[in-house]
């Protein structure tokens, strides 16, 4: 089962990236701040999966549908029970009656280990914030049953904008070759299994031709194009956040399209706009244009269930 599922690559990956980083790199996290983020990562989704399953839709709809309810056996005016909080308590009944299963959970483990590796923050209430909004975001904006944000990349973009207390260190990985080439290597092995490396390569190739151009009309030296590509927050973007497959577009000119538009966005904010943090911005703002490509270009959507996927290609 290890081998199967990608995820299981990914949790293993992230986790030796973020010890290698806290030992080798002298990051400043606290190890109380990874903790608190799997930890409400790995809440959240519970609780999430408990209120929409069964397709029962948002919390909203949850704590108003329906009638009052009341006791048969009681005066209806004087013991009606309100209707919010007749459903409330179906919720929370839900909540603490939904087992809790290893499978659903690994999204969530992924999604802490990506803000612990990219996000910095000084106190728990944003990392809650940051993590929660992030798993939540799944459930809350969905199309046709996909959701189209990355949950990390929201997670981060939504506690820069929200607090004051958040921000991402681009070059905390420093631009040393044998990071890239472990991230190379590491990233490489799981878009093999999820099939995904056509969107990493679009990206960065897309990427890296624009730096390229700039760095010719400056007359710059090839070492700072070298610096600008080889940043290790970078390349974590483009291997590991980028290519969600739940989330991105589903055909593969799809994905080439929406890659090469994140690219282009990256490299105006990046040096027009002088924004150290343009890819994690240009993601968020481009992610509901995978709705649109979607509908352009019809593929199955990927699923994790590999017999489920196979299933939906009739193969």
């Known amino acids: ?42 809440i959240t989704q519970w609780i999430a999966l408990s209120i929409w399953s069964n ?11 329906g009638e009052d309810r009341y006791s048969d056996n009681l005066d209806k005016e004087e013991f009606r029970i309100p ?23 690994k999204s969530a483990v992924i ?3 990506s803000l612990s590796l990219l996000l910095r923050v000084d106190n728990y209430t944003t990392m809650i914030i940051a993590g929660a909004l992030a798993i939540l975001s799944k459930f809350i904006f969905q199309v046709r049953g996909k959701h189209f944000f990355n949950p990390s990349n929201f997670g981060i973009v939504a506690a820069i904008i929200l607090t004051n207390d958040a921000w991402v260190s681009p070059g905390q990985w420093g631009d040393e070759i044998w990071y890239a080439l472990l991230f190379a ?23 890296a031709f624009l730096e390229a151009v700039r760095n010719i ?27 969600d497959p739940r989330s991105i577009p589903n055909a593969r000119i799809g994905r080439l399209f929406w890659a090469g538009a994140i690219a282009i966005l990256t490299f105006v904010l990046r040096n027009y706009f002088f924004l150290p943090t343009a890819v994690f911005f240009a993601l968020f703002a481009l992610s509901p244009l995978t709705i ?5 270009w019809s593929f199955p959507r990927f699923s994790w269930d590999k017999a489920r996927q196979l299933k939906q290609l009739n193969v």
Not at 83 to 105: K, M
């Open 217 to 243: 009309w400056l007359g710059w030296t090839w070492d700072v194009f070298a610096h600008r590509m080889m940043s290790g927050s970078l390349l974590l973007f483009a291997l590991f956040m980028i290519t």
């Open 83 to 105: 209707q919010a909080s007749f459903h409330l308590f179906s919720v929370i009944t839900r909540i603490f009656s939904t087992p809790i299963r290893l499978e659903s959970l």
């Open 1 to 42: 089962m290890l081998r199967q599922d990608s995820r299981n690559y990914q949790i293993l990956f992230l986790s030796l990236f973020l010890i290698l980083g806290v030992s080798m790199r002298d990051w400043t996290i606290r190890p109380d701040l990874i903790i608190v983020a799997i930890a409400t990562c790995l």
């Open 292 to 296: 649109i490509l979607d509908g352009i």
């Open 111 to 113: 999604t802490a280990l």
């Open 185 to 207: 290597g590491a990233g490489g092995l799981v878009l093999k299994k999820v099939g995904r490396w056509d969107t990493t390569v679009a990206f960065l190739g897309s990427y």
């Open 55 to 65: 397709g029962q839709g948002s919390l909203l709809n949850l704590l108003t549908r």
